[in-house]
């Protein structure tokens, strides 16, 4: 019913920059949130950073001032603009989204997850 698809991971030097996108699709009326999580080896799934359908953020601490989320509502896609990037960014980076979905016999609203793109910071 709900597909969610990150895009844009990938090695960079320590410093660099990367991009992540995610779109979702299906069955969508709105979307509340969307969010970007990331899970290092040996570690829990931790939040990196969310918006809500608003526009209002929120960061972990240890990305705040480096990376930036948004959002393009019409698209249903969310963005996530990594910089000056270290070597503990590593890690498989999630995307989330709570979905109201549309049913015929009526809508209801659930998280759906994508497949993880990973990124990693290396020299």
């Known amino acids: 019913q709900v597909q969610v698809v990150e895009s844009g991971g990938g090695l960079v030097q320590p410093g660099g920059s990367l991009r992540l996108s995610c779109a979702a699709s299906?069955?969508?009326?709105?979307?509340?949130?969307m969010g970007w999580y990331r899970q290092a080896p040996g570690k829990q799934r931790e939040l990196v950073a969310t918006?809500?359908?608003?526009?209002?953020?929120n960061y972990a601490g240890s990305v705040k001032g480096r990376f930036t989320i948004s959002r393009d509502n019409a698209k249903n896609t969310v963005y996530l603009q990594m910089n000056s990037l270290k070597p503990e960014d590593t890690a498989v980076y999630y995307c989330?989204?709570?979905?109201?979905?549309?049913?015929?016999?009526?809508?209801?609203?659930?998280?759906?997850w994508g497949q993880g793109t990973q990124v990693t910071v290396s020299s």
């Open positions: 989330n989204a709570e979905v109201k979905v549309y049913r015929l016999s009526g809508s209801y609203t659930a998280n759906y």
């Open positions: 299906g069955s969508i009326l709105s979307i509340n949130a």
């Open positions: 918006i809500i359908s608003g526009g209002s953020t």
